[in-house]
């Protein structure tokens, strides 16, 4: 079974840190993309961050960029968000996600193409609380 | 940024109904959008993508269309199971942005 297990969340004061980890299991991890969408309470949902699968290629959103880091250890099967400066606005549940890749060809004999990725598979996520 | 705009924010429906929420991006994303359900304390769960491709699993009442910068999602029937919060998402570019989401209720 795909399974994905978010843990490390918990109550922090401002400014304070913590470390999220994601443990995968039932896929080739090294394979996928993989992602942190978050959720404020009430609200609804923001991609965090994603990571490609050899670490190459890594996006944030503006929101985190410069206080959050994430990264992955293909032979463990795990992925991590490490969270500096955290804020009241940082405090939701977070959700690691795996990314599907689909190949966009712009040419018939694709020599030209575009990759292009979706989230297909989601953890029940932990939640992240700051407060003081 | 591309912005994901849902309509409605909420919608009052009975089981049986025919319920279409539209997404319109702010700039033309071809057909990379992705839709999800959300349960209250529960993660989303992916139900189209690329528009209109249904994931495995997911029930046929449920379909996706839409090109450019106009989608739909379609319940052909709405079941009790289907009350739940949609959201549409765009994966053309970084930042990844979604819909604020569709409440469907029970009317």
């Known amino acids: 079974e795909v399974q994905l297990v978010e843990s490390g969340g918990g109550l922090v004061k401002p400014g304070g840190s913590l470390r999220l980890s994601c443990a995968a299991s039932?896929?080739?991890?090294?394979?996928?993309?993989m992602n942190w969408v978050r959720q404020a309470p009430g609200r609804g949902l923001e991609w965090v961050s994603s990571?490609?699968?050899?670490?190459?290629?890594?996006y944030y959103a503006d929101s985190v960029k410069g206080r959050f880091t994430i990264s992955r250890d293909n032979a463990k099967n795990s992925l991590y968000l490490q969270m500096n400066s955290l804020r009241a606005e940082d405090t939701a549940v977070y959700y690691c996600?795996?990314?599907?890749?689909?190949?966009?060809?712009?040419?018939?004999?694709?020599?030209?193409?575009?990759?292009?990725?979706?989230?297909?598979?989601w953890g029940k996520g932990t939640t992240v609380t700051v407060s003081s | 940024d591309i912005q994901m705009t849902q309509s409605p924010s909420t919608l009052s429906a009975s089981v049986g109904d025919r319920v279409t929420i539209t997404c319109r991006a702010s700039?033309?994303?071809?057909?990379?959008l992705a839709w999800y359900q959300q349960k209250p304390g529960k993660a989303p769960n992916l139900l189209i993508y690329?528009?209109?491709s249904l994931e495995s699993g997911v029930p046929s009442r449920f379909s996706g269309s839409g090109s450019g910068t106009e989608f739909t999602l379609t319940i052909s029937s709405l079941q009790p199971d289907d009350f739940a919060t949609y959201y549409c998402?765009?994966?053309?570019?970084?930042?990844?942005?979604f819909g604020q989401g569709t409440k469907v209720e029970i009317k």
């Open positions: 690329k528009a209109s």
């Open positions: 700039q033309r994303i071809s057909g990379w």
């Open positions: 990571i490609r699968t050899s670490s190459t290629y890594i």
């Open positions: 996600a795996r990314a599907q890749r689909v190949t966009y060809c712009t040419t018939t004999t694709c020599n030209n193409y575009y990759y292009y990725y979706y989230m297909d598979v």
């Open positions: 039932g896929f080739t991890f090294s394979s996928y993309s």
């Open positions: 998402q765009q994966y053309h570019s970084y930042p990844w942005t």
